[in-house]
């Protein structure tokens, strides 16, 4: 599904030049529950981003579903994540002027192809697959930070994607939402969704199937887990 | 890449996001739009004025006259008039090989004559004219009759009045036709009196040199020369030309049979008021010239209003773009987001600037008398226009926005 081979990437301004990932390989297999975990700094949430094609990298090769990245547009590059990848972001990213229903059918919009009633249709199947459908019409901020992050994942889901990328899904919420968030993640890992998921914390990591540790740009370590579940 | 009527509910959505900053925005193009408007329906008024009021001295007129600067230096000024009865029946006799249609001795008191009634005085323009005289300058009659043939060979003492005259001269208990009246204490019989006529913006900007139309006395001119020194001198021709085009040929025409009459050397000179009108068109065109470039600067600060609305806009919204790119809007996708919403500001400004615009000009209309000249050419510009500034003013926020690194841009707070 994922191929990272030899990535590197790093950020240059005119005082300091940094390079954030020093030769990254990493190959994800549809799936697979992936945390990626390290100290700040170690460049794991670059590392998403790259994964996520939201950045690009300096070096190395990187094959998405059997696509070469690096070749892409910025165009394709929309599509992809338009149509293949879902973000859960960790301070939620809900459109503030959008109610539910049109946060988590925008996907569908930029997906484009997607009649309107049926774009609503299954923003609605969504939202009452995460236990929000009674709350179609609220705005974000009218809803509790378990409720937005709910609906973050309804809009990742929204398009059936490939790869879901979450970035420290529970940095904002309390430790008991963090852990419906965290239950709702497995049970679509049960089934079949692959995850990629950035977390500094040991008990959130221990869900996934298996743990990517970085340390300054590099794999550290990398160890399949028996579920917790 | 999203549907168009997404895209305008997004932006709609956006703009209601921000109330007060929008209407400020749609304020700014309101007013340019308002003001293109205006300086558009005065100058189609301010010409039709100009030319209904032009009209009333003969649209296809022109003047013969001596041009009295043809003696040179050091010898005695030669004198006469250098028209006179034999030259009008001269050129009466050609009129229709010279391309006239017809033509009006025109001849002016050589002192202050005093106009009277009993003890009414009054001061008007006194003229001699010829009978065509009505004719020519599309003078109508509301009592009487105009000059016969007769008159003006009989040198008969009878007089047209216009109604300022007639207002202040005659006894108001009497028809005015066939009541007496003195000039220069001479005897004249009221036979006619003249329609009011406006010439009001003419006189407000000068070209109508100060004469007004209601304040003039006619009488034969052949009367009014034989009370002067000169019997049959005449001051001026006015000529009607059968085509308004050919009118300084006809004028340079009878110029030349002119001085071929007068070998002692006598100039003339001669006017057409085509070239008057030529003049008016250069200061009315320059005029609109003035506002319309005011009108553009307002709409060009509007635009600039609307491109700094965008601008705050798209910095508020960083993190918002962000998110969009990263759940797969394209660079096309934001760009057009930020468009719209800048169009439709501007085009929002442009009705409501048309409806203000339309309603001042039918205030205008009424209360300076200007007639109202709808314009649909002018409506469909001042709406194509202010499409364009939203467009041209929304761009490079649009752009900045289009082009943001979707990583940054989630990083903004």
């Known amino acids: 599904m994922i191929e990272l081979a030899d990535i590197v990437k790093g950020y240059r301004s005119a005082s300091l030049s940094l390079t954030v990932l020093r030769g990254v390989s990493l190959s994800i297999a549809r799936g697979e529950f992936v945390a990626i975990m390290g100290p700040s700094g170690s460049g794991k949430s670059t590392l998403l981003n790259v994964i996520g094609c939201l950045d690009g990298f300096d070096a190395g090769g990187y094959r998405f579903a059997g696509e070469d990245v690096g070749t892409l547009g910025t165009d394709a590059l929309a599509a992809l994540r338009a149509r293949r990848l879902g973000f859960v972001f960790q301070s939620f990213n809900l459109i503030s002027q959008l109610d539910a229903l049109g946060n988590v059918a925008l996907p569908l919009v930029y997906a484009g192809d997607v009649a309107r009633a049926d774009r609503l249709e299954r923003a609605r199947r969504g939202l009452a697959d995460v236990g929000l459908a009674d709350r179609l019409h609220h705005r974000p901020a009218e809803l509790s930070g378990g409720q937005r992050q709910r609906v973050a994942i309804a809009r990742a889901l929204v398009n059936d994607p490939d790869v879901i990328i979450a970035d420290e899904p529970t940095g904002n919420l309390d430790s008991a939402t963090g852990k419906e968030v965290m239950a709702m993640f497995e049970r679509l890992h049960a089934r079949g969704r692959t995850i990629v998921m950035v977390t500094h914390e040991v008990e959130v990591a221990a869900h996934a199937s298996r743990r990517v540790t970085l340390r300054d740009g590099r794999v550290v370590e990398d160890v399949a887990m028996c579920s917790a579940a | ?413």
Do not use: C
Not at chain 2, 102 to 131: E, H
Not at chain 2, 221 to 235: C, F, H, I, N, R
């Open chain 2, 1 to 413: 890449m999203s549907a168009p009527a997404d895209t305008l509910t997004q932006a709609l959505r956006a703009l209601a996001a921000h109330r007060l900053r929008t209407a400020l925005s749609v304020l700014g193009i309101t007013i340019g739009i308002a003001a293109v408007m205006a300086v558009v329906t005065i100058g189609k008024g301010g010409n039709y004025l100009v030319f209904s009021e032009l009209e009333t001295f003969g649209l296809n007129s022109a003047w013969v006259y001596r041009d009295r600067n043809d003696t040179p230096p050091g010898e005695p000024q030669r004198e006469g008039s250098g028209i006179d009865a034999a030259d009008v029946t001269a050129i009466q006799a050609r009129a229709a090989r010279l391309g006239i249609r017809r033509l009006t001795p025109l001849v002016y008191p050589d002192r202050n004559m005093s106009i009277a009634q009993g003890n009414r005085r009054v001061d008007a323009d006194l003229s001699g004219v010829g009978a065509a005289h009505v004719d020519i300058v599309n003078d109508e009659l509301v009592a009487g009759r105009g000059f016969h043939a007769v008159d003006i060979t009989a040198r008969h003492a009878v007089a047209l009045l216009a109604p300022d005259v007639a207002a202040d001269l005659l006894d108001p208990q009497q028809p005015g036709v066939g009541q007496d009246i003195r000039i220069d204490g001479r005897r004249f019989r009221v036979i006619g009196l003249l329609a009011p006529k406006s010439r009001d913006f003419l006189s407000s900007i000068g070209s109508a040199g100060g004469q007004s139309a209601n304040d003039r006395l006619l009488v034969p001119w052949t009367t009014l020369a034989s009370m002067g020194g000169e019997p049959d001198g005449v001051d001026s021709l006015q000529l009607e030309v059968v085509d308004f085009g050919s009118a300084q040929r006809v004028t340079d025409r009878v110029r030349s049979l002119l001085k071929r009459r007068h070998p002692q050397g006598l100039e003339y000179g001669g006017e057409t008021m085509a070239s008057y009108i030529a003049t008016t068109d250069r200061i009315l065109g320059g005029v609109a010239i003035i506002g319309t470039v005011a009108a553009s600067i307002s709409l060009l600060v509007g635009g600039m209003g609307i491109m700094n609305m965008m601008g705050t806009a798209v910095l508020e919204r960083t993190r918002e773009i962000g998110v969009r790119k990263a759940i797969g809007a394209t660079e096309r996708d934001i760009m057009a987001q930020f468009l719209v919403e800048a169009a439709l500001i501007s085009v929002a400004g442009g009705l409501l600037g048309l409806l203000i615009g339309t309603a001042a000009s039918v205030v205008l209309a009424a209360v300076t008398g200007f007639p109202l000249v709808p314009s649909p050419v002018a409506i469909l510009a001042a709406l194509a226009v202010s499409v364009l500034v939203g467009l041209l003013s929304g761009w490079l926020p649009a752009r900045r926005a289009a082009r943001m690194h979707p990583v940054e841009a989630l990083r903004a707070d």
